[in-house]
């Protein structure tokens, strides 16, 4: 007897090899779980926003039925007493207000210096400085805001107070610019100055990633037409990276109008409209709940929590905003 | 390169600038270095304007005056920067000492010592344990299961970067204390402080998938893993490096307490109470915690940056 070479698949009785693996479409089990548990996990996000507004406006809102609008326009914030039986009375008007005033002043401020340094890094810059000041200007943003704070009161105030000084006297007729008394310290100016400075960073980071994404063949057709390097900025890089420098200034607002702990410390709140940026009376929403937070009775509690529900909402939009003018800009190649 | 003769206006002009500059203060009512930083501008802008006008043309003046804006707007930039470290270095080193760190400094004021700062690190530690894996899975969601809501997600999270540290503090005391009625815990803190980590996990761990090869993945599908094998044995692994300094920058990120985080004397805490005190030595205290924060921070800061420029 001689065995023929039998191949295996012909051979019926071999059991060790597997059968083929079926072939399908279909995702097995583990990738099933797999895309459920990150997708679960990447709506955390959307349902935070989603309880953060839920609970504010739930514990706020016994506040927007009684106050109405002029919860948002009105200028008092009284908390009930009974002692002397005033009757409580809430409004952010003056607080709205203020945390504009010296969300556009920091940004007035911020916004050039940001504009310029992003300029600088991306076609001015030695080769050997731009290392460096980028990496100074990441730790500028990494410094958390309470040495901001700290360093705007100070350091920064007794100097801003003496520009303050000299703007009131050589531009004191603007109405702005007025003076009532000599009350220099802790006002909206102080506030936008310190503002402008924790702004920077994001301001340049943003322009930076915008310009460069410039098309270099545009750049070096400017530059081959004979353009200077101012004008082939104007020609190309600021057309190109307008939308996105500009989304990167309303991130930059959008961060001011939140900031907290920097704003309390060098800003003194005063419950009042006032044009005058140089007094010392401001108003900012986050300040005004960091300060009466501490001895807010039940109601007042709520009042504050409905401050907070605007302070979200107010930033959510210009985030908003400011997203979709970046994400557009990008999308133009 | 210019020849040294080609430099020369340059040269001189510069010279010109702070010589007209040394004049001007000292014969009109500007004074002091404010008058003459200003002043230096207003001639250094004018003299760049007038010899390349001279030289050449109008579009030649306009480049030199840009440049020389430029030039000082991104000056301008560093000086906040170098200002606040010089003067934390200045005021808070002083008042370093070892006794510091051990010491109970209660005896000599009623407000926390600063050895309790070992309590932020609970509360940066507890954060980030939490935003870890929901940032890392946002990421995962946004580059590699790419779901219809992708789109929607990347949105929100971005927008929840910008959602201030109070509102956070409001909804954790809204959900903690109001709803459950629970009293304030570090726990609490922590949550706070992952609703502000949470987005910057997530967007820089998803930066850092992007940047993984499409190849890698078809290779690992191609021999017949599936997606969750992929992801798990050849993605992450090559992206460990970029996810620490994710999870370092959200750590980071964390340090930006506000009042409602760390009522347990963290170390923001610390020199918040004592600035409040208003007195000198409350002030020279908060300068010390100030810069024991930094040099924390900066440690944080420094890990990420070493993680993420060692690529692999």
Do not use: C
Not at chain 1, 99 to 106: A, D, E, Q, S, Y
């Amino acid at each position: 007897m001689h065995d023929h070479p039998v191949s295996i698949i012909e051979n019926p009785n071999r059991r060790d090899v597997p059968n083929p693996r079926e072939i399908t479409t279909e995702p097995r089990f583990s990738d099933r779980a797999f895309r459920a548990v990150v997708s679960s996990g990447g709506f955390i996000a959307l349902l935070l926003l989603g309880l953060i507004s839920f609970f504010l406006l739930f514990n706020g809102f016994s506040i927007f039925r009684t106050e109405g609008l002029s919860f948002v326009t009105s200028f008092d914030w009284i908390a009930e007493s009974i002692e002397s039986g005033t009757e409580a009375s809430y409004g952010i008007g003056a607080m709205l207000y203020g945390t504009l005033v010296i969300g556009f002043l920091g940004l007035f401020f911020g916004f050039p210096l940001a504009l310029g340094a992003a300029l600088f890094l991306s076609y001015y810059a030695p080769e050997w400085l731009k290392k460096p000041m980028v990496l100074i200007v990441d730790v500028m943003a990494a410094i958390p805001s309470i040495v901001f704070g700290l360093w705007g009161y100070y350091v920064l105030m007794p100097h801003a107070e003496e520009w303050a000084r000299l703007i009131n006297k050589y531009l004191g007729f603007i109405p702005i610019f007025s003076m009532p008394g000599d009350f220099y310290t802790r006002s909206p100016f102080i506030a936008g100055l310190v503002l402008a400075v924790m702004i920077i960073p994001i301001i340049t980071s943003i322009s930076r990633e915008v310009f460069a994404q410039t098309p270099l063949d545009r750049i070096q057709a400017a530059y081959a037409l004979g353009a200077t390097r101012w004008s082939m900025i104007r020609a190309v890089v600021i057309p190109y990276g307008r939308g996105g420098v500009i989304g990167g200034a309303m991130l930059g607002l959008g961060r001011a109008i939140g900031e907290t702990v920097a704003v309390y410390t060098v800003l003194n709140l005063v419950y009042d409209i006032r044009p005058e940026i140089l007094l010392s009376a401001g108003g900012s929403v986050a300040s005004l709940i960091v300060n009466k937070f501490s001895e807010a009775g039940p109601q007042e509690l709520k009042a504050l929590m409905a401050a907070g529900f605007v302070l979200f909402m107010v930033t959510l939009a210009v985030n908003f905003f400011a997203n979709a003018i970046i994400s557009r800009t990008a999308r133009k190649e | 390169m210019e020849t040294p003769k080609q430099l020369l206006p340059d040269f001189l002009g510069a010279l010109g600038a702070v010589i007209g500059t040394l004049i001007v203060v000292a014969f009109s009512p500007m004074a002091g270095i404010l008058g003459f930083v200003l002043t230096f501008i207003i001639i250094s802008v004018i003299t760049a304007a007038a010899i390349s006008g001279i030289r050449q043309d109008r579009k030649a003046a306009a480049n030199s005056v840009s440049t020389m804006v430029i030039y000082f707007l991104a000056a301008f930039v560093l000086l906040p920067v170098v200002s606040i470290i010089f003067e934390i270095i200045r005021k808070g080193a002083p008042g370093l000492s070892i006794g510091l760190f051990f010491d109970d400094m209660s005896v000599t004021s009623t407000d926390a010592p600063l050895n309790e700062g070992g309590l932020l690190h609970a509360l940066v530690a507890l954060a980030t344990i939490v935003s870890i894996p929901i940032g890392i899975l946002t990421a995962l969601y946004l580059t590699e299961v790419k779901g219809k809501a992708a789109g929607t997600v990347r949105f929100f999270v971005q927008a929840m970067s910008g959602v201030p540290s109070i509102v956070a503090g409001l909804f954790i005391y809204a959900v903690w204390m109001i709803t459950f009625g629970g009293t304030y815990t570090t726990a609490a803190g922590a949550l706070a402080l992952t609703i502000l980590m949470i987005p910057t996990v997530a967007r820089t761990a998803e930066e850092v998938l992007k940047l993984i090869p499409t190849d890698l993945r078809e290779a690992g599908l191609a021999l017949g893993a599936t997606q969750w094998k992929t992801v798990a044995l050849v993605v992450i692994p090559a992206a460990r490096s970029g996810l620490i300094t994710a999870v370092t920058i959200g750590g980071n990120d964390a340090m930006n307490w506000n009042p409602f985080s760390g009522n347990n004397s963290a170390l923001p805490f610390y020199v918040w109470k004592n600035f409040g005190i208003g007195t000198e030595i409350g002030a020279d205290r908060a300068w010390t915690g100030i810069f024991v924060l930094m040099v924390v921070v900066m440690i944080f800061f420094t890990i990420a940056r070493v993680l993420g420029n060692r690529k692999g």
